[in-house]
């Protein structure tokens, strides 16, 4: 099937050949000619498939003829982050260029009033994180009773974080006769409930079955084995193994997940002390404008390590990154694939490696079974007492940073106690990130967010920075390879192969 069989205008067709594609995905060919009709659609599909494009793409066609009253905006596009949300406004700029429809954003951490002036002048689609729309909406600069489609994006992760009370309350003030597209990557009961109060007989579509990673993601898992049970010595290991990943797999651009924002804090400080000049760090605290030119940066290769939490990664469009790195194994089993299809987007082939302690096991136990098949075990280990570590990697007291010349011992002693949480509070920390964020939309950002990042600490061994990727006589290596010739690895730093003490969970395979 070809896009010019899905019945799209010639001005669409033009921007899609425009944009580069042949042939539309499995959920464009499902889902367009149906939305077309006006049908409702429930998609099952993950980010990675192609799913803005199965709902911009008619979106812009039903939209084609007609024009926005002030306040009165005519289709509605429910995000669950802003990151997201301006994806999908770039999206109707790319397929909506030979089109006069205009769109706006109403997200979190930009300018209200500016917004609400876009509002005045009448916009065709309107793209919006429930926290903020709710909160123009009540203060009266906007109706939604013009809206003829809605969308409910990513509706899994909207009740993650918390928002499905406000996506109850804005869709109570949209008209009955309307269409309905809700796409989410999972489906659980309380999406599926949703989906029958809002969706009319709807078209379900499912792309690949629910939470199941793309096959053209390569997964594997690293076992930290015998740092002992001192969080502060598994953490340094989980740093170093993480370096030696980057190393060994040269990525040409990754993103690195933490659980907690401040272990990114902590990760994104420890390789910019290591050299890695192109790292940066994004968190759902810091301010929209630094997230926002953190992602330009990183679409635009200046920065090809990306330190981010689960939040603040949503909806990351980057179509050619080559690897997602687990830092920290989620403790959500739904989160895995959320972070995982962030890299062998659309057909392409990216790498998936996750660094596990051993009590990670009963997570990726969950991982494992909701995608129905056990992660490949990376060969590499590491093993305690390696001693390479040296004060470049200090935890970082806190974020104010400054702490070239501070006492090792005391350095680390400082960062220990907040920064090596156990599990539970790790993951008590990544609802709470999920849950405040929408709040934070109105709010100040929080000092530590809002102060400008500390100077980067120059490395203390004094190693020039230097990019991952451009070390061109470090061929990429295959992971066979460097089981066989561990001396490039620092090898008094890593065993190969499991110890002797493998972990419950690992016995089974
Ligand atoms: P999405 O799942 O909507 O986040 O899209 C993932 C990536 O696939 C984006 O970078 C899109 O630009 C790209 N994409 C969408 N549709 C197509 C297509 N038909 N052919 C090639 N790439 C596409």
Known sequence: MSFSDLGLSDELLKAISDAGYTDPTPIQAQAIPQVLMGRDILGCAQTGTGKTASFTLPMIEILASGRAKARMPRSLILEPTRELAAQVADNFEIYGKYHKLNHAL?????????QIKRLEKGVDVLIATPGRLMD????GHLLLRDVKVLVIDEADRMLDMGFIPDVEKIV???????????????M????????????????????????????????FLVMVTGAGRDQTSIAKRKREILRKLIEREQ?????????????????????????????????????QSVRMETLSKFKSGDVTLLVCSDVAARGLDIPAMSHVFNFDVPTHADDYVHRIG?????GREGVAISIAVPSDGKYVDAIEKLMGRPIERDEMSSAAGS???????APVKEERGGDRGRGRGRGRDRGRGKSEAKPAAAESEAKTEAKTEPASEAAAAPAESAAPAPEPAKADNNKPAEKPTAKPERARRGRQDLRNDAGTMDDKDVVFG???QVPAFLKNF
């Not at 109570?172 to 999972?186: D, E, H, N």
């Not at 659980?188 to 969706?199: G, M, S, T, V, W």
């Not at 962030?342 to 659309?346: F, I, Q, V, W």
């Open 136 to 139: 123009v909406f009540d203060r």
């Open 387 to 393: 001693g390479s570590d040296t004060d470049a990697d």
């Open 188 to 219: 659980p009961p309380e999406i599926k409930r949703l989906a029958d109060r809002f969706l009319m007989n709807p078209k379900e579509i499912t792309v690949s079955k629910p939470a199941t990673a793309a096959e053209t993601i390569k997964q």
């Open 251 to 287: 990525p040409k651009n990754a993103i690195i997940f933490c659980n907690r924002k401040r272990d990114v804090d902590v990760v994104y400080r420890s390789l910019e002390r290591h050299g890695y000049s192109t790292a940066a760090r994004l968190h759902g605290d810091m301010v």
């Open 342 to 346: 962030r890299t062998g987007r659309a």
């Open 172 to 186: 109570s003030k949209l008209p009955q006769m309307r269409t309905t597209l809700l796409f989410s990557a999972t």
């Open 498 to 500: 499991q110890s002797d």
């Open 106 to 114: 109403l997200i979190g951490g930009e300018n209200m009033s500016e």
